[in-house]
């Protein structure tokens, strides 16, 4: 007999840790977690943890004779940096990765008549808007405008959405008399920022870079220019986005990929935030032209309106909570010298 359980992708990243800690207080069923990493020491004992390679399939099989999928969180993925030095590795952990874990949810959701769930986070990398003046003029996008990643890792969200949606309508359309479709829902986030982890390979992490060093006394020279938008979301925010749109009744969902965002601030603005906590921070712009003409092909904001309709979506912390209450104090504690 398969044990039932909840299986979380990427757990050791910067969502992984937040969600792993949520979960951990709340699931109903035991957590199974899969990383090339070990967990970090704060979650560690919280799951099982498999320290492998999603695209091991012996790692797979294992998993399929071990356990019985009710959710799986596919959060393993490279960013929209780091998969700009190595494309095709990255495409083959994003696109391959998400196409085993789909398969083996379909294969799961036939065999035990009931769908396995696949809440899967997408990214404002999936946009592509071609110049500034577009980015103007479409200040807040809706999920299917402008739909021209220009990273590697925004196209494999995009596509993974789409193998999502397929999964969860179409696949073995021909082929099988009743099939039972995979559950495919997923979010697009804008930059998020953690007061417990720092990002890495990511190309919104001026924000969050910029708080860290501040807190640690660092200086910090930001890699876009001050002009330079794009929205933003605590981390406990994202978290909330992830269980929400699991927890809401299938009957409510318009759409199976929705936007999600809370704050939107131009890095000079992220900057004043920081300065308004931290007057000391030696903050200065350095912008590396490369990595800021992505973030100046995503949206300055995005519109979460059909998130909020269908499912109830609303951020707890806009930017001054997310400030005042969330990353300050923890960043605080963090730092603090021992
Ligand atoms: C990145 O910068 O690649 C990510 C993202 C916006 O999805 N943080």
Same mark, same amino acid.
């Given at each position: 007999?398969?044990?039932?359980?909840?299986?979380?992708?990427?757990?050791?990243?910067?969502?992984?840790?937040?969600?792993?800690?949520?979960?951990?207080?709340?699931?109903?069923?035991?957590?199974?977690?899969?990383?090339?990493?070990?967990?970090?020491?704060?979650?560690?004992?919280?799951?099982?943890?498999?320290?492998?390679?999603?695209?091991?399939?012996?790692?797979?099989?294992?998993?399929?004779?071990?356990?019985?999928?009710?959710?799986?969180?596919?959060?393993?993925?490279?960013?929209?940096?780091?998969?700009?030095?190595?494309?095709?590795?990255?495409?083959?952990?994003?696109?391959?990765?998400?196409?085993? $874990? &789909?398969? /083996? !949810? +379909?294969?799961?959701? =036939?065999?035990?008549?009931?769908? #396995?769930?696949?809440?899967?986070?997408? %990214?404002?990398?999936?946009?592509?808007?071609?110049?500034?003046?577009?980015?103007?003029?479409?200040?807040?996008?809706?999920?299917?405008?402008?739909?021209?990643?220009?990273?590697?890792?925004?196209?494999?969200?995009?596509?993974?959405?789409?193998?999502?949606?397929?999964?969860?309508?179409?696949?073995?359309?021909?082929?099988?008399?009743?099939?039972?479709?995979?559950?495919?829902?997923?979010?697009?986030?804008?930059?998020?920022?953690?007061?417990?982890?720092?990002?890495?390979?990511?190309?919104?992490?001026?924000?969050?870079?910029?708080?860290?060093?501040?807190?640690?006394?660092?200086?910090?020279?930001?890699?876009?220019?001050?002009?330079?938008?794009?929205?933003?979301?605590?981390?406990?925010?994202?978290?909330?986005? $992830? &269980?929400? /749109? !699991? +927890?809401?009744?299938? =009957?409510?969902?318009?759409?199976? #990929?929705?936007?999600?965002?809370?704050? %939107?601030?131009?890095?000079?603005?992220?900057?004043?935030?920081?300065?308004?906590?931290?007057?000391?921070?030696?903050?200065?712009?350095?912008?590396?032209?490369?990595?800021?003409?992505?973030?100046?092909?995503?949206?300055?904001?995005?519109?979460?309106?059909?998130?909020?309709?269908?499912?109830?979506?609303?951020?707890?912390?806009?930017?001054?909570?997310?400030?005042?209450?969330?990353?300050?104090?923890?960043?605080?504690?963090?730092?603090?010298?021992?």
């Amino acid at each position: 007999m398969r044990k039932k359980v909840v299986l979380i992708t990427g757990a050791a990243g910067e969502i992984g840790h937040a969600l792993v800690k949520a979960l951990a207080r709340q699931s109903e069923y035991p957590l199974v977690t899969l990383d090339l990493q070990p967990l970090p020491e704060d979650i560690d004992g919280l799951s099982t943890h498999i320290e492998a390679d999603l695209l091991d399939a012996n790692v797979l099989d294992r998993l399929v004779s071990e356990y019985e999928f009710e959710r799986i969180f596919h959060l393993a993925a490279l960013l929209s940096t780091r998969g700009e030095f190595s494309p095709v590795m990255t495409h083959e952990v994003n696109v391959n990765g998400t196409m085993r $874990l &789909l398969r /083996l !949810a +379909a294969e799961q959701s =036939e065999w035990r008549r009931r769908p #396995v769930q696949f809440i899967f986070p997408s %990214s404002i990398a999936v946009y592509g808007l071609p110049d500034l003046e577009t980015k103007r003029q479409y200040a807040r996008v809706r999920e299917w405008e402008w739909n021209y990643p220009r990273t590697m890792y925004g196209a494999n969200k995009l596509y993974c959405e789409l193998l999502g949606v397929y999964f969860s309508q179409y696949y073995r359309q021909l082929a099988a008399e009743q099939p039972v479709m995979v559950d495919f829902r997923s979010v697009r986030f804008p930059g998020l920022i953690s007061a417990f982890t720092i990002p890495s390979g990511g190309t919104s992490d001026y924000g969050p870079e910029m708080l860290h060093a501040a807190a640690k006394g660092e200086p910090y020279a930001c890699f876009v220019r001050p002009d330079v938008r794009i929205p933003f979301m605590a981390m406990p925010d994202a978290v909330k986005a $992830l &269980l929400d /749109l !699991a +927890a809401a009744p299938a =009957e409510n969902l318009s759409q199976r #990929v929705y936007n999600v965002t809370s704050f %939107s601030l131009s890095a000079e603005e992220f900057r004043a935030w920081v300065l308004k906590f931290f007057p000391q921070a030696e903050i200065t712009f350095e912008p590396d032209l490369k990595r800021q003409a992505i973030v100046d092909s995503w949206a300055a904001d995005m519109d979460d309106s059909a998130a909020r309709r269908d499912w109830g979506w609303q951020p707890d912390y806009d930017v001054q909570r997310a400030f005042e209450e969330y990353l300050v104090p923890n960043i605080l504690q963090l730092y603090q010298p021992a």
